[in-house]
């Protein structure tokens, strides 16, 4: 790799379970459409009793990659919560999906996350390769 620089970001969030669960069950839809988007949403639902550890989990990374993206993207950019949506792909994978009318993704070479969780903690860690 002589003469080719790479930047490396990571962030990392954990929160408890149950403090997702009270803002919904108290907030309701305020909450919920503040922060996730419909498809996050539905793909939460769908998972009945388990549904607030992949919310929680989903609010994780949504910290996370804001962490990982601050030092290119918060100074220039207005960020929304659901600017960064979690989805899975066809092999159940979680992405990131940044919303390109808020986030410029051309210096964004490739973004990687990672999600657990139990039923007290949810936590996640994004990792995003930059273009040099």
């Known amino acids: 790799?002589?003469?080719?620089?790479?930047?490396?970001t990571c962030g990392c969030d954990m929160i408890e379970i149950h403090r997702i669960q009270?803002?919904?069950e108290e907030q309701k839809l305020a909450f919920?459409?503040?922060v996730?988007?419909?498809?996050?949403?539905?793909?939460?639902?769908?998972k009945k009793a388990n549904k607030y550890e992949h919310y929680a989990a989903r609010f994780a990374a949504k910290e996370a990659a804001f962490k990982?993206?601050?030092?290119?993207?918060?100074?220039?950019?207005?960020i929304e919560w659901k600017s960064i949506e979690v989805?899975?792909?066809?092999?159940?994978?979680?992405?990131?999906?940044?919303?390109?009318?808020?986030?410029?993704?051309?210096?964004?070479q490739n973004?990687?996350?990672?999600?657990s969780h139990c039923k007290q903690y949810a936590m996640a860690q994004v990792v995003v390769l930059w273009k040099e």
């Open 1 to 8: 790799m002589h003469g080719k620089k790479m930047k490396i």
């Open 32 to 34: 919920m459409s503040r």
């Open 68 to 78: 990982a993206l601050s030092c290119e993207i918060l100074d220039k950019y207005e």
């Open 87 to 108: 989805i899975n792909d066809q092999d159940g994978r979680p992405q990131i999906v940044l919303d390109k009318e808020k986030i410029t993704t051309s210096n964004i």
């Open 36 to 46: 996730y988007t419909q498809n996050e949403i539905e793909y939460c639902e769908q």
């Open 22 to 24: 009270e803002a919904i």
């Open 111 to 115: 973004i990687d996350i990672s999600l």
